[in-house]
């Protein structure tokens, strides 16, 4: 689950990106280890919509964020009822939906070049073992970048499927999909190789 960047000049945005990955750790551990009863799911719930409004982000965009959750919670609640009890349904789905919103508002109100400018400062000490900061940051970065890409052909197909009359077709749906998206990722490897990304020349002249 990955938001786009909403601008803003609110608190959330001027907190630094290390502060708030590690304030999004806290939180998600503290979720996990302390919520135990729907009422726990409640408070938890109503201090996260506050953080949003302390971000300046309204409840469009905040429920856009989970709603791609819908269908894997409702499975989830459905397992949990048949095999434990509507309460432990209610906890586990509320404790999911929570913490995928909070790494939501940090991704809404964190730049993206923030983000990899702290993954690289913490990946710093593992050059000695080999690890390329700038790599892995690049491959963060492609990551974040593909996201809506994929979504955007999800979408595209989905039209198109209904538009034959083969909604209810999977197989409408995942094979042009999974087509569409080996041919993006065929024309990104290109266009790296043609950067020099994972030229072995160039591999070797940095070593």
Do not use: N
């Not at 506050?50 to 300046?56: I, N, Q, S, T």
């Not at 791609?68 to 586990?92: C, D, G, K, S």
């Amino acid at each position: 689950m990955i938001g786009l960047y909403q601008p803003g000049r609110s608190l959330l945005h001027r907190l630094p990106a290390g502060t708030k990955l590690l304030l999004l750790m806290v939180a998600v551990v503290a979720v996990i280890a302390l919520v135990r009863r729907p009422v726990d799911v409640a408070v938890a719930a109503a201090l996260v919509c506050g953080a949003f409004a302390v971000g300046g982000i309204g409840p469009r965009v905040a429920l856009a964020q989970i709603r791609p959750l819908f269908w894997m919670v409702a499975l989830i609640a459905v397992f949990q009822v048949v095999f434990t009890t509507p309460a432990r349904a209610v906890v586990v789905c509320g404790v999911l939906v929570v913490t995928v919103a909070a790494a939501s508002l940090v991704t809404l109100t964190t730049r993206v070049t923030e983000m990899l400018d702290v993954c690289d400062r913490l990946l710093q000490p593992f050059r000695r073992f080999g690890v390329d900061p700038d790599r892995v940051g690049l491959l963060l970065a492609l990551t974040i970048r593909l996201v809506p890409v994929l979504t955007g052909i999800v979408h595209e197909v989905s039209d198109a499927r209904k538009a034959r009359g083969l909604q209810w077709s999977m197989t409408a749906l995942a094979t042009p999909v999974v087509v569409r998206a080996l041919r993006t990722a065929d024309a990104l490897g290109d266009s790296l190789v043609a950067r020099g990304v994972d030229d072995p020349a160039t591999d070797q002249d940095d070593s």
